[in-house]
């Protein structure tokens, strides 16, 4: 019985160690929701908003972790690409839907190329991608407002006076996407009381996890998860582990680029300067708060992710006033935690493996004292 | 490579352009001026109520000038005045929007005059007039720091 007891309390204890990061998220939002006295109506509806807005973005993390790259912090490429089509539909005057697909098409080629690009260079860091990837960010940040601050307006034209700069070249701090705004989300929106719900783009997200589920079955999908576990065995099998690696990120790039249209539409405003550069830190702290790893990740995780991430960036500003009468103490608090949940995950990420090794090493020590006996 | 797949690949990529030039013509947008002002024998119209596709309706009075803001090409136009005899005219014409042009003007009395006349008519390109501005010495300062507006 004591034994049993035992057992079980261990296994509690091996749940808690593994959902470290979710069990903390969910205690800090049992704790802010009564202090911040929202309506649970409010709360859904504000919800659902961010499922839609941001679970496409989360979702194209999911392909790389498959192939052992980690989080790919490479995915601001994408979201560079998707605004540089944006930024192209706003100037022709194309809105609606098919401004969003004509966006996408024109993403696309840019994605898969920096995603290639993005691929060639992590295969030359082959254990160190997520900070490669992260710095390959900054690097492309640079190049893009290389070309949007001086190239727009110059060499490649636009017609809007309303895009350029009033010094003639150059895109404007801000563009006003009123021609696409919550054009997909409107989409067989249906309304439940006070709460709207984006069926459309509901449907494109299930599309896309449908996708992925399709995809993991698939000889790519099955290569890249040997690859994941272990490339040199997946080399001498015959897989070309460098071709998987790069292609994982291609899609991945491509896959943020759409998600990257689907966020914007829904906000309505592009900050063509900053809008893409902390989409893929608040994309990988919410996966991780759904309870993926650097080399575990599913569907579950991002939608649980998006829910008690976004959750806690709504309640936290109001609880954080009425706590102690300081808005901005709830806005500094989101962003420390969202480099906070970064960081700790890969702290216990670490620490899982070497206890994980240690397990290993233990069993094998024992086995070899019995067979020694 | 062999050829069945490049050319699975070149139709994708065929396709992937048409698409995008269909989007391109489907979504694009046009404002449509429509003018009540006498143009030579052409005499405004007193009241007309004007309406494009199935967009509200609206009631022009002479000298009048409004808009109307559609996407894609073809479109539909329809008017009701009355004319001379006092009898309730009713005109529904289909034109297209050339797909270079942001704004184009839809003359009421020539449209009302010459129902059946060629869309060159009573149609065309919108040229703001010119006027003389200074120069646009303000500037606008591009923020390019990283910021936590998620």
């Known amino acids: 019985m004591k034994q049993q007891q035992k057992s079980s ?26 202090l911040s006295g929202y309506s649970l109506t409010y709360l859904v509806s504000e919800i659902i908003v961010r499922m839609a807005r941001d679970s496409f973005l989360i979702v194209s993390l999911l392909i790389p972790i498959m192939a052992g790259m980690g989080l790919n912090f490479g995915m601001t490429l994408g979201a560079m690409a998707a605004e540089i089509g944006l930024i192209c539909i706003c100037d022709w005057g194309v809105v609606g839907i098919p401004g969003i697909v004509l966006a996408a098409i024109i993403s696309t080629p ?69 021609g696409i705004r919550l054009k997909l989300d409107n989409l067989l929106a249906i309304r439940i009381g006070t ?100 080399s575990k990740a599913n569907i579950r995780n991002v939608f649980l992710g998006v829910i008690l991430f976004h959750l806690m960036f709504i309640v936290s500003p109001m609880a954080g006033k009425n706590l102690i009468g300081e808005a901005q103490l709830g806005e500094y608090f989101r962003v420390f935690v969202s ?35 | 490579m062999s050829k069945k797949r490049l050319l699975i690949r070149l139709g994708t990529l065929v396709g992937v352009l048409l698409l995008a030039v269909l989007m391109y ?9 429509v003018d ?13 109520d004007v309406g494009v596709d199935k967009q509200k309706s609206m009631e022009l009075a002479a000298r009048d000038r409004d808009k109307f803001v559609v996407t894609s090409q073809s479109h539909s136009i329809t008017i009701k005045f009355t004319d001379s005899n006092w009898n309730e005219q009713t005109i529904t014409r289909k034109f297209k929007v050339p797909v270079g042009l942001d704004t184009v003007i839809i003359s009421l009395p020539t449209l009302a005059a010459n129902p059946d006349a060629p869309q060159a008519d009573w149609l065309a390109e919108y040229i703001p007039p010119t006027v003389v501005v200074r120069q646009d010495t303000t500037s606008e300062t591009v923020n390019t720091e990283d910021s936590f507006s998620f």
């Not at chain 1, 190239?151 to 563009?175: A, D, E």
């Not at chain 1, 249209?261 to 900053?274: A, R």
């Not at chain 1, 480099?339 to 094998?364: H, P, Q, W």
Request: glycine content about 10%; some cysteine; proline content about 2%.
């Open chain 2, 36 to 48: 009540d002002k006498s143009v030579g024998d052409y005499k405004a119209l007193a009241t007309v």
């Open chain 1, 195 to 294: 709460i709207s719900i984006p069926i459309g783009t509901f449907l494109i997200i299930a599309a896309l996890c449908l996708f992925v589920l399709w995809f993991k079955k698939t000889k790519l999908g099955q290569d890249m998860r040997a690859v994941g576990q272990d490339m040199e065995v997946s080399r001498a099998a015959g897989i070309k582990v460098e071709h998987t690696r790069i292609i994982s990120i291609i899609i991945s790039t491509v896959l943020a680029g759409y998600g990257m249209i689907i966020y914007l539409q829904s906000m309505g405003t592009l900050n063509t300067y900053n809008s893409h550069t902390q989409v893929g830190m608040f994309s990988i702290a919410a996966l991780l708060v759904g309870g993926a790893s650097v």
């Open chain 1, 9 to 34: 309390f261990k296994k509690f204890l091996r749940f808690l160690s593994d959902n470290t990061v979710t069990v903390l998220f969910v205690i800090i939002c049992a704790v802010s929701i009564p």
């Open chain 1, 110 to 178: 840019i994605s898969i190329l920096l995603g290639w690009w993005c691929g060639k260079i992590l295969n030359l860091a082959k254990g160190r991608e997520m900070v490669t990837s992260y710095i390959i960010g900054f690097f492309m940040n640079g190049i893009y407002q290389l070309v949007v601050l001086y190239c727009f307006g110059g060499i490649i034209p636009v017609r809007s006076s309303k895009l350029v700069l009033p010094r003639g070249y150059g895109i404007r701090n801000t563009v006003n996407l009123s």
């Open chain 2, 25 to 33: 013509f489907v979504g694009r947008e046009h404002t449509i001026l």
């Open chain 1, 339 to 373: 480099y906070g949940v970064i960081t700790l995950s890969l702290v216990l990420y670490e620490l899982r493996k070497k206890r994980e090794l240690g397990d290993e090493g233990a069993a094998l020590a024992a086995g070899q004292k019995e067979e020694g006996k």
